[in-house]
Protein backbone atom coordinates (compact mmCIF):
# COMPACT_ATOMS: atom_id res chain seq x y z
CA UNK A 1 0.00 0.00 0.00
CA UNK A 2 1.07 3.25 -0.82
CA UNK A 3 1.88 6.16 1.86
CA UNK A 4 -0.59 8.38 0.28
CA UNK A 5 -2.26 9.36 -3.12
CA UNK A 6 -1.58 12.05 -4.69
CA UNK A 7 -4.74 13.26 -6.33
CA UNK A 8 -7.06 14.08 -3.19
CA UNK A 9 -7.25 17.54 -2.10
CA UNK A 10 -6.06 17.16 0.97
CA UNK A 11 -2.83 19.05 2.47
CA UNK A 12 -0.37 16.27 2.14
CA UNK A 13 -1.64 15.70 -1.13
CA UNK A 14 -1.58 17.09 -4.30
CA UNK A 15 -3.46 16.82 -7.94
CA UNK A 16 -1.60 16.79 -11.21
CA UNK A 17 -1.84 17.84 -15.14
CA UNK A 18 0.25 17.57 -17.71
CA UNK A 19 -0.24 19.47 -20.49
CA UNK A 20 0.23 18.83 -24.16
CA UNK A 21 -0.41 21.59 -27.05
CA UNK A 22 -3.29 20.90 -29.27
CA UNK A 23 -1.95 18.94 -32.53
CA UNK A 24 -3.91 21.34 -34.38
CA UNK A 25 -2.61 24.64 -33.16
CA UNK A 26 -6.00 26.17 -34.49
CA UNK A 27 -8.24 26.94 -31.03
CA UNK A 28 -5.11 27.20 -28.20
CA UNK A 29 -6.84 24.18 -26.67
CA UNK A 30 -4.68 21.99 -24.51
CA UNK A 31 -5.30 17.91 -23.68
CA UNK A 32 -5.13 17.57 -19.90
CA UNK A 33 -3.49 14.15 -18.73
CA UNK A 34 -4.29 13.44 -14.97
CA UNK A 35 -2.02 11.13 -13.33
CA UNK A 36 -1.86 9.59 -10.05
CA UNK A 37 1.23 9.87 -8.23
CA UNK A 38 1.33 7.98 -5.09
CA UNK A 39 4.27 7.72 -2.54
CA UNK A 40 6.15 4.87 -1.32
CA UNK A 41 8.96 3.88 0.90
CA UNK A 42 11.91 2.64 -0.59
CA UNK A 43 11.83 -1.16 -1.52
CA UNK A 44 13.80 -4.08 -2.33
CA UNK A 45 12.15 -4.05 -5.98
CA UNK A 46 13.67 -0.10 -6.31
CA UNK A 47 17.00 -1.11 -5.96
CA UNK A 48 18.11 -0.58 -9.55
CA UNK A 49 15.82 2.59 -10.60
CA UNK A 50 17.55 4.01 -7.21
CA UNK A 51 20.54 3.33 -8.69
CA UNK A 52 19.89 4.58 -11.87
CA UNK A 53 18.52 7.81 -10.24
CA UNK A 54 21.90 8.49 -8.33
CA UNK A 55 23.35 8.36 -11.20
CA UNK A 56 21.33 11.15 -12.67
CA UNK A 57 21.97 13.02 -9.50
CA UNK A 58 25.97 12.51 -9.26
CA UNK A 59 26.37 12.97 -13.34
CA UNK A 60 29.36 12.58 -14.90
CA UNK A 61 30.95 12.27 -11.08
CA UNK A 62 28.20 8.86 -10.38
CA UNK A 63 31.70 6.98 -10.92
CA UNK A 64 33.59 8.15 -8.08
CA UNK A 65 30.91 6.81 -5.72
CA UNK A 66 29.69 3.05 -4.79
CA UNK A 67 26.38 3.82 -6.14
CA UNK A 68 25.27 0.27 -5.58
CA UNK A 69 26.34 -0.10 -1.62
CA UNK A 70 24.39 3.41 -1.80
CA UNK A 71 21.30 2.28 -3.36
CA UNK A 72 21.39 -0.90 -0.84
CA UNK A 73 21.38 1.72 2.33
CA UNK A 74 18.72 4.02 0.70
CA UNK A 75 15.99 0.49 0.37
CA UNK A 76 17.42 -0.81 3.69
CA UNK A 77 16.70 2.26 5.59
CA UNK A 78 12.72 1.69 5.10
CA UNK A 79 11.46 3.94 8.06
CA UNK A 80 12.59 7.11 6.12
CA UNK A 81 12.70 8.17 2.49
CA UNK A 82 10.05 8.36 0.14
CA UNK A 83 9.85 7.55 -4.06
CA UNK A 84 7.22 8.37 -6.32
CA UNK A 85 5.36 5.96 -8.56
CA UNK A 86 2.43 6.08 -11.17
CA UNK A 87 1.65 2.72 -12.12
CA UNK A 88 1.65 0.57 -8.30
CA UNK A 89 4.02 -0.61 -6.00
CA UNK A 90 5.55 -3.24 -8.68
CA UNK A 91 6.92 0.10 -11.12
CA UNK A 92 9.96 2.06 -11.06
CA UNK A 93 9.74 5.67 -9.12
CA UNK A 94 10.33 8.61 -10.92
CA UNK A 95 11.35 10.28 -7.97
CA UNK A 96 13.16 10.27 -4.99
CA UNK A 97 13.52 11.93 -1.59
CA UNK A 98 15.95 10.18 1.57
CA UNK A 99 18.62 11.38 4.20
CA UNK A 100 21.17 8.99 5.82
CA UNK A 101 23.10 9.67 8.72
CA UNK A 102 26.81 10.28 7.39
CA UNK A 103 28.13 10.15 11.18
CA UNK A 104 26.47 6.51 11.31
CA UNK A 105 27.91 5.07 8.71
CA UNK A 106 31.21 6.37 8.69
CA UNK A 107 31.75 5.16 12.12
CA UNK A 108 28.85 3.23 13.26
CA UNK A 109 28.41 5.51 16.34
CA UNK A 110 25.19 3.91 17.13
CA UNK A 111 24.85 0.05 18.16
CA UNK A 112 22.29 -2.03 16.49
CA UNK A 113 19.55 -2.77 18.73
CA UNK A 114 20.81 -6.62 18.57
CA UNK A 115 24.25 -6.03 19.23
CA UNK A 116 23.43 -4.16 22.03
CA UNK A 117 21.18 -6.41 23.44
CA UNK A 118 23.61 -9.06 22.92
CA UNK A 119 26.35 -7.51 24.76
CA UNK A 120 23.96 -7.25 27.56
CA UNK A 121 23.73 -10.90 27.87
CA UNK A 122 20.41 -11.55 25.68
CA UNK A 123 19.69 -12.23 22.13
CA UNK A 124 22.08 -13.55 19.45
CA UNK A 125 25.28 -12.42 18.56
CA UNK A 126 25.25 -10.16 15.63
CA UNK A 127 28.21 -8.28 14.17
CA UNK A 128 28.19 -4.45 14.00
CA UNK A 129 28.13 -3.37 9.62
CA UNK A 130 31.58 -2.36 8.26
CA UNK A 131 31.93 1.78 7.81
CA UNK A 132 30.31 2.64 4.49
CA UNK A 133 33.06 2.79 1.49
CA UNK A 134 30.33 4.59 -0.24
CA UNK A 135 30.28 7.09 2.17
CA UNK A 136 33.72 7.80 2.68
CA UNK A 137 33.73 8.49 -0.63
CA UNK A 138 31.39 11.23 -0.48
CA UNK A 139 32.83 12.57 2.56
CA UNK A 140 36.41 12.75 1.03
CA UNK A 141 34.53 14.68 -2.21
CA UNK A 142 32.57 17.02 0.09
CA UNK A 143 35.89 17.90 1.76
CA UNK A 144 37.64 18.24 -1.29
CA UNK A 145 34.90 20.22 -2.76
CA UNK A 146 34.53 22.87 0.05
CA UNK A 147 38.46 23.98 0.19
CA UNK A 148 37.56 26.85 -1.46
CA UNK A 149 35.17 27.70 1.26
CA UNK A 150 37.62 28.09 4.24
CA UNK A 151 34.44 28.29 7.13
CA UNK A 152 32.75 25.77 5.12
CA UNK A 153 35.30 23.35 4.90
CA UNK A 154 36.53 23.39 8.44
CA UNK A 155 32.70 23.38 9.26
CA UNK A 156 32.44 19.92 7.42
CA UNK A 157 35.83 18.59 8.97
CA UNK A 158 34.80 19.21 12.58
CA UNK A 159 31.01 17.79 11.80
CA UNK A 160 32.14 14.53 9.91
CA UNK A 161 35.12 14.02 12.06
CA UNK A 162 35.40 10.79 14.75
CA UNK A 163 34.62 12.27 17.49
CA UNK A 164 31.69 14.47 16.71
CA UNK A 165 28.66 15.03 18.78
CA UNK A 166 26.80 16.74 16.28
CA UNK A 167 25.42 14.27 13.19
CA UNK A 168 24.95 15.19 9.39
CA UNK A 169 22.11 14.41 7.38
CA UNK A 170 22.75 13.53 3.59
CA UNK A 171 19.98 14.81 1.44
CA UNK A 172 19.91 12.84 -1.50
CA UNK A 173 16.67 14.25 -3.59
CA UNK A 174 16.49 13.34 -7.28
CA UNK A 175 13.71 12.98 -10.05
CA UNK A 176 12.88 12.49 -13.65
CA UNK A 177 13.16 15.71 -15.36
CA UNK A 178 9.56 16.25 -16.45
CA UNK A 179 8.43 15.40 -12.74
CA UNK A 180 6.38 18.15 -11.79
CA UNK A 181 7.88 20.76 -8.90
CA UNK A 182 4.55 20.57 -6.79
CA UNK A 183 5.12 16.69 -5.82
CA UNK A 184 7.82 17.96 -3.96
CA UNK A 185 6.72 19.17 -0.78
CA UNK A 186 4.72 16.68 -0.16
CA UNK A 187 7.71 14.39 0.16
CA UNK A 188 9.63 17.24 1.96
CA UNK A 189 7.02 17.37 4.31
CA UNK A 190 6.85 13.22 4.78
CA UNK A 191 10.49 12.86 5.15
CA UNK A 192 10.77 15.59 8.05
CA UNK A 193 7.62 13.71 9.61
CA UNK A 194 9.76 10.37 9.48
CA UNK A 195 12.95 11.85 10.64
CA UNK A 196 10.92 12.98 14.45
CA UNK A 197 9.26 9.48 14.07
CA UNK A 198 12.81 7.56 14.11
CA UNK A 199 13.85 9.89 16.52
CA UNK A 200 11.31 8.90 19.22
CA UNK A 201 11.78 5.37 18.40
CA UNK A 202 15.37 6.20 19.52
CA UNK A 203 16.74 5.60 15.60
CA UNK A 204 19.83 7.64 14.63
CA UNK A 205 18.03 10.48 13.06
CA UNK A 206 19.10 13.19 15.63
CA UNK A 207 20.22 15.30 12.32
CA UNK A 208 21.87 18.84 13.83
CA UNK A 209 22.81 19.88 10.43
CA UNK A 210 22.01 18.66 6.73
CA UNK A 211 24.16 18.26 3.85
CA UNK A 212 22.53 18.66 0.06
CA UNK A 213 24.38 18.54 -3.36
CA UNK A 214 21.91 20.40 -5.36
CA UNK A 215 22.29 20.01 -9.05
CA UNK A 216 22.85 23.39 -10.88
CA UNK A 217 23.43 24.45 -13.87
CA UNK A 218 24.78 27.93 -15.76
CA UNK A 219 24.27 28.92 -19.55
CA UNK A 220 27.03 28.78 -21.89
CA UNK A 221 27.31 29.40 -25.78
CA UNK A 222 25.71 26.68 -27.64
CA UNK A 223 28.33 24.02 -28.94
CA UNK A 224 26.06 23.14 -32.37
CA UNK A 225 25.73 27.08 -32.47
CA UNK A 226 29.20 27.15 -32.37
CA UNK A 227 29.97 24.75 -34.94
CA UNK A 228 27.64 26.38 -37.28
CA UNK A 229 29.12 29.47 -37.14
CA UNK A 230 31.51 30.75 -39.65
CA UNK A 231 34.26 31.52 -38.08
CA UNK A 232 35.03 35.74 -36.50
CA UNK A 233 38.00 37.84 -35.80
CA UNK A 234 39.21 37.63 -32.38
CA UNK A 235 38.40 40.32 -30.28
CA UNK A 236 40.34 41.79 -27.19
CA UNK A 237 39.14 39.55 -24.68
CA UNK A 238 37.24 41.45 -21.63
CA UNK A 239 36.99 39.99 -18.12
CA UNK A 240 33.34 38.13 -18.22
CA UNK A 241 30.60 38.49 -15.38
CA UNK A 242 30.28 35.70 -13.27
CA UNK A 243 27.31 33.70 -15.43
CA UNK A 244 23.61 33.23 -13.48
CA UNK A 245 23.30 29.96 -11.56
CA UNK A 246 19.91 27.88 -11.86
CA UNK A 247 18.70 25.40 -10.13
CA UNK A 248 17.21 21.99 -11.69
CA UNK A 249 15.01 21.94 -8.82
CA UNK A 250 13.21 24.95 -7.84
CA UNK A 251 12.83 23.84 -4.56
CA UNK A 252 16.12 23.96 -3.40
CA UNK A 253 16.77 27.49 -4.57
CA UNK A 254 14.18 28.49 -1.54
CA UNK A 255 16.63 26.03 0.71
CA UNK A 256 19.75 28.23 0.22
CA UNK A 257 18.22 30.96 1.71
CA UNK A 258 18.30 29.02 4.86
CA UNK A 259 21.85 27.64 4.40
CA UNK A 260 24.32 28.75 6.99
CA UNK A 261 27.04 27.80 4.27
CA UNK A 262 27.13 27.83 0.38
CA UNK A 263 29.54 26.65 -2.18
CA UNK A 264 29.37 25.80 -5.82
CA UNK A 265 31.69 23.85 -7.70
CA UNK A 266 32.14 21.80 -11.17
CA UNK A 267 31.87 18.24 -11.29
CA UNK A 268 35.21 16.61 -11.14
CA UNK A 269 34.93 14.34 -14.17
CA UNK A 270 34.69 15.20 -17.84
CA UNK A 271 31.67 13.94 -19.73
CA UNK A 272 32.91 11.27 -22.37
CA UNK A 273 30.82 11.29 -25.34
CA UNK A 274 28.53 9.06 -24.90
CA UNK A 275 27.36 10.57 -21.76
CA UNK A 276 27.27 14.19 -23.62
CA UNK A 277 23.99 13.76 -24.22
CA UNK A 278 23.32 14.23 -20.61
CA UNK A 279 25.36 17.59 -20.00
CA UNK A 280 23.37 19.65 -21.72
CA UNK A 281 25.95 21.37 -23.03
CA UNK A 282 25.09 21.05 -26.20
CA UNK A 283 22.14 23.22 -25.75
CA UNK A 284 23.84 25.78 -23.75
CA UNK A 285 23.65 24.31 -20.38
CA UNK A 286 26.84 24.15 -18.51
CA UNK A 287 25.70 21.59 -15.21
CA UNK A 288 27.25 21.68 -11.72
CA UNK A 289 26.70 21.61 -7.95
CA UNK A 290 25.89 23.74 -4.91
CA UNK A 291 26.55 22.42 -1.51
CA UNK A 292 24.55 23.97 1.06
CA UNK A 293 24.98 23.07 4.72
CA UNK A 294 21.53 23.47 7.07
CA UNK A 295 20.98 23.73 10.66
CA UNK A 296 18.20 21.35 11.62
CA UNK A 297 15.93 24.75 12.67
CA UNK A 298 15.40 25.83 9.51
CA UNK A 299 14.16 23.13 7.37
CA UNK A 300 10.59 23.38 8.84
CA UNK A 301 10.59 26.74 8.44
CA UNK A 302 11.37 26.51 4.42
CA UNK A 303 9.34 23.53 3.86
CA UNK A 304 6.42 25.41 4.88
CA UNK A 305 7.31 28.22 2.46
CA UNK A 306 7.59 25.13 -0.08
CA UNK A 307 3.88 24.01 0.82
CA UNK A 308 2.84 27.79 0.94
CA UNK A 309 4.07 28.74 -3.00
CA UNK A 310 1.33 30.02 -4.71
CA UNK A 311 3.61 30.19 -7.75
CA UNK A 312 3.66 26.26 -8.09
Given amino acids: MSKRKAT ?31 FFD ?14 QYFASDAILFGLSELSEMIIGQSNVGTTIKVNGVESDPYSLLTVLNMNQHLYNIHKPAAAASSE ?31 KLHTKLKELLSAGSKKEVGLILSERFINMPVETAPPMWRMML ?9 GLPFNFEYYLLISPTYHEVAPKIDLE ?30 YAEFTQDFKLTTPS ?24 KDKIPEVVQLMTNNSQW
Fill in 228 to 257: DEAPKPAKKKSKAAEPATFFFHPEEEMLQQ
Fill in 8 to 38: EKEPEDVEMASHEDDDSGSDGDEDIINVDFE
Fill in 120 to 150: SGSGSASAAPKPSEAMKQIRDYVFVKSKQNE
Fill in 42 to 55: PKEIDFHAVKNLLN
Fill in 272 to 295: TVAESKNTFEDYGIAPARRMMLIH
Fill in 193 to 201: EEVKWAVDE
